[in-house]
Structure formats: C-alpha cells, structure tokens
C-alpha cells in the first residue's frame, strides 16, 4: 500500500517538474577521478529501502542528476547485475563507469549519531554496524535516445547499510540533505527493516 500510494503521489507531483541543467562536474567526471561526495550530496535524491526500483529515475531524471540508494539487504552483485541486465536495467543508458567506494564514503571512526537512531524499532548496535558497500555509477545515454528520454548522464552511490545510518553518515557528516526523499517502499512488514520509515514518530522524524 505505501509503494502504491507512494506512486500515485510521484506521478501527480512530478508532472509540473522542469528538467535541470546538468551539473558541470558530471559532463566531466572519469573513473579515475576521486569521489566527489560533496557534488553527489548536493541537490541528490535519498532513496533509503530502494531493492532494485527505478522508479525515482522515471519519475524524476533530469530535475534529479544525483541519486543516492541504500539498502542493507541487497548484495552489491545484484546490484551490479541489475544494471547490466535488460529486464532491471536502465532504458537508454549505457554504463560509463562503475567503481567501488566502500572505503572513501565514511571515515572508519565515523559513528551515527544516537539521537537520529532513537526512532529505530530494533536498531541495537547493528545498526551502528561498518556499512556493507559503496559502489559509484555513472550513466550516460546511448545514442539514438534524445533529451526527453532522459539527461546526458546520471550519478548513483549505491550504499549497502541501515537507512538512517546511512543518511546520518552521509548527509548530516557532510551538514547537508537531500532534495528529494524518496520513500516509497517503506521497509516494514517483509521488508525487513528495523524502522518504519513513513512513521511521522520513527523513521526521519529525529532527523
């Protein structure tokens, strides 16, 4: 019912949006570049319990360049597979590069602030646990496709970890937050999350 829910209210919402113009470092970044986490952050889309879903990209590629999922239950080869694969991957684009973050996105002394997991149902201390992955993907849009498919390029950071870690890690570290928060599957039930994050008393609402 969220994800339902949640769908309808995209496709109203987003109509109206007008598409942006593509960030400077995006036209220029290369795989050997260093990540740049800053750029990432700023204007991105947050999308915490995501699984494999590219509904933010439909509803919002273009007026989005940035996208930021975590999940802690899906393995990065899955990821991975997803975007190479024609029934999970993205219409349109091609892979530039793919690259393994997992040890620049949070420092190892790093620790999530205890007031943001208060709200968490069964957090404990696995929700302070080492993220699982980082993985850095950068999209570019085949030829044969024209703007209105889509933008140039889109930047993803795939993190593998508790929602509210994750955002507490990445966007309040960096005192910064998302543009968009994408909830849209919202964790509970057989999603297995230990909060629920559409609750106006758990999920962002310490944040």
């Not at 991105?44 to 273009?62: E, K, N, T, V």
């Not at 597979?81 to 024609?86: E, G, M, Q, T």
Request: hydrophobic share 40%; charged share 25%.
């Amino acid at each position: 019912m969220c994800r339902d829910m949640s769908i309808r209210l995209l496709d109203r919402m987003t109509k109206p949006l007008m598409p942006r113009p593509e960030p400077e470092w995006l036209s220029a970044v290369s795989e050997s570049d260093e990540l740049p986490i800053l750029e990432l952050l700023q204007d991105s889309l947050y999308y915490p319990a995501c699984g494999r879903d590219g509904d933010p990209i439909r509803y919002l590629g273009g007026f989005v360049h940035r996208f930021i999922y975590a999940d802690y239950s899906v393995p990065i080869e899955e990821i991975t597979a997803s975007l190479v694969n024609p029934e999970y991957g993205i219409k349109g684009y091609r892979i530039l590069f793919c690259k393994d973050v997992s040890r620049e996105i949070i420092p190892k002394d790093w620790h999530p602030d205890r007031k943001v997991l208060s709200g968490m149902r069964r957090a404990g201390v696995q929700a302070c646990a080492p993220l699982q992955y980082g993985l850095w993907v950068t999209l570019e849009r085949l030829e044969g496709f024209e703007l209105k498919h889509g933008p140039k390029r889109l930047s993803f950071l795939f993190v593998g970890g508790e929602a509210l870690s994750v955002y507490d890690s990445l966007y309040r570290r960096n005192e910064t937050a998302p543009d968009v928060l994408a909830i849209i599957q919202c964790g509970i039930a057989f999603g297995n999350a230990w909060t629920d994050l559409a609750s106006p008393e758990e999920g962002f609402a310490p944040t």
